[in-house]
């Protein structure tokens, strides 16, 4: 049998003047302050809040509370392995997926108190749905309206790409994000492979409901941030639906607030509501997105595995079921790139196809470079950027790719 070589090391956050670990030593504590200063919360929060800040950054990592309503599906994933370590020393993906597990814990959002399911961040991304950007982002379908199909679901996927970089939590750490400019081109670009995954069904023989051509044709769509990069990938989730490109369109976020921004099904609900009241094309894509929630042609889901500290390699079996039959699975963003290829040093050249041998069906990557971790890159691409920035191109956010494993 042929060696299989070993995969490159797991990353963690433990040298001083990384990324991961400036993202544990003060992304992870400016958040803490963040969210305390949101809300009117009461002493007990305060201490709660004060306990986590000490803990995340000079302490070790402790378990959950015994009457932990998930205790046993932490411990399954790899808690008891972890309790008493610091939060430097364990893989970073785990590290950071407990740390909002533990600030949830200690605003009491999983309590029977009075903040009780409120989500920490609803200030945050409240005011980025309302922000006069996103008002400016959706008037852009109404020039889009007059142009054909094709270009239409060109641009919209472009849309939910580099909705991508609208990430509250990135943004925190890096005050000049968003004012950079995006590169032009994309580091690595299959979305032919993913057009060719989708075809438009053939319209000479179609009866004139295009939505009525590929009716069992499902697309999984794991979502990442709320408002501005939700928005665009419900537009796209439409534009599939509406010309027949799926049947079916199942979201996928998650389960209760992550990462700051992730998308939870509040979350989607007001992006909803925001499309439907917005003037001209936009509303239309609201309402036909209502219409698709009430008959069950898009679905939201909100699995616990969502917001896991694990690689997908390691996908439950109901999940890896629906992906499995699906005609592609979208992942979309930053984290979800890291646990779609293992949150590993993969050198760059790394086939996407080969660390993504293991998903249950076609997976298509669309992500803006906000961390370390690249594959699928040609040797000339990453010379090229190498030769531009050394590595800053890795995590500033202006580069992006699409990657396909049909
Ligand atoms: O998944 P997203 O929203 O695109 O990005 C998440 C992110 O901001 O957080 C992580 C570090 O905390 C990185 O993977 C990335 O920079």
């Not at 639906?241 to 607030?257: F, I, S």
Request: glycine fraction near 8%.
């Amino acid at each position: 049998m042929p060696d299989t070589p070993a995969p490159p090391p797991v990353i963690l956050g433990d040298e001083p003047g990384s990324f991961p670990h400036g993202v544990l030593a003060e992304r992870h504590p400016a958040i803490i302050r963040q969210v305390r200063d949101a809300f009117p919360y009461d002493r007990a929060v305060h201490r709660a809040l004060d306990a986590l800040l000490e803990s995340c950054v000079k302490g070790v990592i402790e378990p959950l509370p015994a009457d932990a309503h998930d205790g046993e599906r932490w411990r399954d994933w790899g808690l008891d392995a972890y309790a008493g370590r610091s939060w430097f020393d364990v893989p970073w993906l785990w590290s950071e997926s407990y740390f909002y597990r533990r600030l949830l814990d200690a605003v009491g959002y999983f309590g029977t108190g009075v903040w009780q399911g409120i989500d920490p961040f609803r200030p945050f991304k409240l005011a980025e749905l309302d922000a006069p950007e996103t008002d400016e982002e959706l008037a852009v379908l109404d020039t889009l309206e007059t142009r054909p199909a094709d270009e239409r679901a060109r641009a919209l996927l472009h849309g939910s790409l580099w909705g991508n970089r609208a990430d509250l939590g990135f943004r925190l750490s890096d005050a000049e994000a968003e004012q950079r400019d995006a590169a032009p081109g994309l580091v690595a670009d299959d979305s032919e492979a993913l057009w060719s995954l989708l075809p438009a069904p053939d319209r000479g023989a179609g009866t004139g409901d295009e939505s009525a051509a590929a009716p069992t044709r499902t697309v999984c769509l794991i979502a990442d941030n709320a408002g501005r990069e939700l928005i665009p990938d419900l537009l796209l989730a439409a534009h599939l639906l509406a010309h027949g490109r799926a049947g079916r369109v199942v979201l996928q976020v998650k389960p209760y607030p992550y990462y700051v921004s992730d998308a939870t099904p509040a979350d989607v609900v007001d992006a909803l509501r925001k499309l439907t009241r917005a003037p001209g094309a936009a509303a239309g894509y609201g309402r036909r997105l209502w219409e698709a929630m009430a008959d069950g042609r898009l679905t939201v889901r909100a699995h616990p595995f969502s917001a896991g500290p694990l690689p997908y390699a390691e996908l439950p079996d109901d999940l890896r079921a629906e992906f499995a039959a699906a005609a592609v699975t979208i992942v979309k963003g930053d984290l979800n790139y890291r646990r779609l290829v293992g949150d590993r040093r993969w050198p760059p050249t790394t086939p996407f196809a080969e660390v993504t041998a293991y998903f249950p069906g076609p997976v298509a990557a669309l992500r803006t470079l906000k961390s370390e971790v690249i594959t699928g890159l040609s040797a000339r691409t990453e010379a090229a950027l190498v030769a531009a920035e050394v590595q800053r191109w890795r995590t500033g956010g202006t580069h992006a790719l699409v990657q396909v494993r049909p």
